[in-house]
């Protein structure tokens, strides 16, 4: 993982932060992004455990709302762009709306981009960024208890469980690390 252009907690009205992988680019979204990601959001299937399927103006609103996130807490969700084709194949970041539980990492991808470890690569970039240029002392992951795939990324992650809570009405596990924990485990 290298952070580029990174200067953490400060919202100002350009972001160039991305992080870069073996094989993935995490970046800020774009315009451009829109089709890639109103398909995923419009996907049941990935949407199963996210809430309902959005039509393409509420994705477009959700990924404004991403930006958004950046501009108020100075960090977010990245779009996830594979290296080798320069595809959109989903959103990995930090996440913390107004009222949450705590600190999140997060993911979503594309359902054709599913079963390649992709999730699990991008996660641990963010991971890496949230304790080590942002400095949190800890990081959850938000889960439904039927989602045995992201249970999976959060537990390679390092984190485990710690709690059950209802946000909105949905039961959610909360799976979470500390940065001492997670410091060697790089």
Known sequence: MRPQNSAPGKASGVFSRHLETER???RMFRESDLDAYAEMCADGEVMRYLGKPMSRAEAWRHMAMVLG???LRGFGLWAVEERATGAMVGRVGCWQPEGWPGEEIGWTLRR?????GIALEAARAAL???FLELRWPRAISLIDPANAASIRVAEKLGERLQDRLEIGGIELLVYSVLREEWQPMR
């Open 24 to 26: 993935l680019v995490l």
């Open 69 to 71: 996130h950046w501009q």
């Open 112 to 116: 054709c981009y599913w079963g390649r």
């Open 128 to 130: 890496g960024y949230a």
